[in-house]
């Protein structure tokens, strides 16, 4: 028995994941060539690392397949329902930061607030006879917030990328994505409302509550993460 | 755990029942076109419900109802009076509430009738009394016809009533609509912004850079005349909102109810109608044999559950079972035959009651 640890399997997320673990005295690598996905740990013995998409460690880690993951807040509670009985949040890691926010067309003069949007969306789907778009890869977190938001008359696209250019393409009327920085939004038409965010994520260490693999090691392990970076 | 046999076996005894009423027993299909359910009941629907994709159908639902075949079934065949009865599976994914089921049987009864509504109400909420009568229940009614009649009475302008009544089902929108045009809410600093350029006479919108996007400028300056004269129109009266909190805090029983109504008649003429109706149906159901007296009435029941029920509406619970969903629940949708039939389509009500639900209440009685 081992502890499986899942970690983003490229990018600068990965890139980063690697760089919290070495901080703590725990070495991740990739094995062979970088394009194999495989992968091993050093400086603590019975961890095996499993390297997966970003979005596919919430699942893994609601099925107990891996028991600790690295993946970013939006995705967990995008993917999970009920997110809190299947994984436990252990700690924010301080980078992959990004804002999931709902924006619209910058010369939408007469929106800035949800119930701006609520409004419009009304008046929309009386004048064009189908309900507004908004374009998303995030149904579930989008869905929840503006249903507490009481907005009605909306309906949501599936967008898996590029997802500010269905305004422009006329696909969508608004659209809820990642954004870090607002440049592309910005770049596209687009601003975001004024109360439009719907959740500030980052890279997170998780744990499973369907399996802890090998306790001793889940224990060292853990021990060794919480103690934060080693000094030089 | 009760058998599933059994409750089928329950089901079949209901709907013989409704059949003996003179019903007619109609079949649905388990897969519903998505299409018309999501247009109904917009997009908060699917976390609701079992969303699947055919590849030459488009989206297909698990029936998370029988009311809107029922209906669709309705107006195919003919749209005379009609009473009709099924029984079956509904689906309904539980995001929150893992040990409800997931899927569960239904036995209903439904009529649509153009003549008396009040003894149409009537007569199905006596046929529900009758059948559940043995297990004790406790009953609670209202009629969200009230709530609607005092918006379109409040001295307002057409455009504030209309945002309202949109979101009559939606408590929370509808209670920070009223703040807001009672004067109670701050206006955001941004629209107070809009209105003193638009008021300087500067061109906004091309101010703001390019527009993209299927909405039309000409969309966004209609809008934009709507907040200026909003802006411009007179908060809510006190006494209105006052009004408005009165109907729905009331929770009586009918009688008590039909005396407040009347009261509140006097400050709101245009609340007639709605408490006629309301009067006429407590009639019609002491004459089917229903004790009045002890009938509970609250202002704001179904109101967040039951979207397009816009008059009575009823439901019958089990006392000291607060955890369980109700055993029956029903009442009249006559506005969600408007939103389907588009122009035309005759009024109904109806109700379901689930078969499993009156065998945990039984069992738990022996």
């Given at each position: 028995m081992s502890v499986k640890l899942g970690v983003p399997s490229k990018g600068r997320l990965m890139e980063k994941t690697f760089d919290w673990f070495a901080e703590r005295g725990v070495k991740l690598g990739l094995s062979g060539s970088s394009r194999e996905y495989a992968g091993h740990v050093e400086g603590i013995e019975g961890v095996e690392l499993v390297l997966l998409a970003a979005s596919e460690i919430p699942r893994e880690l609601a099925a107990g397949r891996i028991h600790l993951g690295v993946t970013g807040t939006d995705l967990v509670r995008e993917k999970l329902a009920r997110w809190e009985a299947q994984v436990e949040e252990l700690r924010p890691m301080g980078f992959g930061h990004a804002d999931l926010v709902l924006a619209v067309p910058a010369a939408w003069v007469d929106v800035s607030t949800l119930d701006d949007l609520d409004a419009v969306a009304a008046q929309f789907r009386a004048r064009h006879g189908f309900r507004l778009r908004i374009a998303t890869k995030y149904h579930r977190l989008v869905r929840e917030f503006l249903r507490d938001a009481g907005v009605a008359d909306y309906r949501l696209v599936d967008s898996q990328g590029a997802t500010e250019g269905t305004v422009k393409n006329e696909t969508a009327e608004a659209i809820a994505d990642i954004t870090?920085?607002?440049?592309?939004?910005?770049?596209?038409?687009?601003?975001?409302?004024?109360?439009?965010?719907?959740?500030?994520?980052?890279?997170?260490?998780?744990?499973?509550?369907?399996?802890?693999?090998?306790e001793g090691v889940m224990a060292e392990l853990l021990e060794r993460l919480e103690a934060g970076p080693l000094a030089e | 755990m009760i058998a599933k046999s059994d409750i089928r076996a329950e089901a079949a005894r209901l709907l013989d029942y409704f059949r003996a009423a003179g019903a007619a027993h109609v079949e649905a299909d388990i897969l519903q076109p998505a299409r018309t359910l999501i247009d109904l009941y917009g997009e908060d629907i699917r976390a609701r419900t079992y969303v699947?994709?055919?590849?030459?159908?488009?989206?297909?639902?698990?029936?998370p109802d029988f009311t809107v075949p029922l209906v669709?079934?309705?107006?195919?065949?003919?749209?005379?009076?009609?009473?009709?009865?099924?029984?079956?599976?509904?689906?309904?994914?539980?995001?929150?509430?893992?040990?409800?089921?997931?899927e569960y049987i239904q036995v209903g009864y439904e009529l649509f009738s153009a003549e008396d509504p009040a003894r149409a109400d009537a007569e199905v909420f006596a046929l529900f009394g009758e059948v559940l009568s043995p297990l004790g229940l406790r009953a609670s009614t209202g009629d969200i016809g009230i709530l609607m009649a005092a918006v379109r009475g409040l001295k307002a302008s057409q455009a504030r009533k209309a945002a309202l009544l949109r979101h009559i089902w939606r408590p929370r929108r509808f209670r920070a609509l009223i703040e807001r045009y009672s004067g109670r809410a701050p206006v955001p600093p941004a629209r107070a912004k809009l209105l003193a350029d638009v008021a300087a006479g500067r061109d906004v919108i091309g101010a703001a850079g390019p527009l993209v996007g299927l909405r039309g400028r000409e969309e966004i300056e209609a809008r934009v005349r709507a907040l200026v004269?909003?802006?411009?129109?007179?908060?809510?009266?006190?006494?209105?909102?006052?009004?408005?909190?009165?109907?729905?805090?009331?929770?009586?029983?009918?009688?008590?109810?039909?005396?407040?109504?009347?009261?509140?008649?006097?400050?709101?003429?245009?609340?007639?109608?709605?408490?006629?109706?309301?009067?006429?149906?407590?009639?019609?159901?002491?004459?089917?044999?229903?004790?009045?007296?002890?009938?509970m009435f609250e202002g704001s029941y179904g109101r967040s559950t039951m979207e397009y029920y816009d008059g009575f509406i009823f439901g019958f619970y089990a006392p000291g079972a607060p955890a369980m969903p109700p055993v029956a629940t029903g009442g009249r949708y006559d506005a969600l035959v408007r939103a389907l039939a588009r122009e035309g389509g005759c009024p109904a009500v109806g109700g379901v009651i689930r078969p499993g639900l009156m065998l945990e209440v039984r069992k738990g009685m022996a």
């Open positions: 870090s920085t607002g440049e592309t939004l910005r770049a596209n038409h687009l601003k975001v409302l004024e109360d439009g965010l719907v959740l500030r994520s980052q890279a997170t260490l998780l744990r499973s509550r369907a399996g802890a693999g090998d | 699947t994709n055919d590849p030459l159908r488009g989206e297909m639902m698990l029936r669709l079934h309705h107006m195919a065949n003919g749209e005379g009076e009609a009473r009709y009865t099924y029984a079956g599976e509904v689906f309904r994914q539980q995001q929150a509430e893992a040990d409800r089921p997931s004269a909003d802006a411009a129109e007179p908060p809510l009266s006190e006494g209105e909102s006052q009004l408005l909190d009165e109907i729905l805090s009331l929770h009586e029983t009918l009688p008590m109810v039909l005396e407040r109504l009347r009261d509140l008649e006097v400050d709101m003429p245009a609340l007639a109608p709605a408490v006629e109706r309301f009067a006429a149906r407590t009639d019609a159901l002491a004459e089917a044999g229903i004790d009045v007296d002890g009938l």
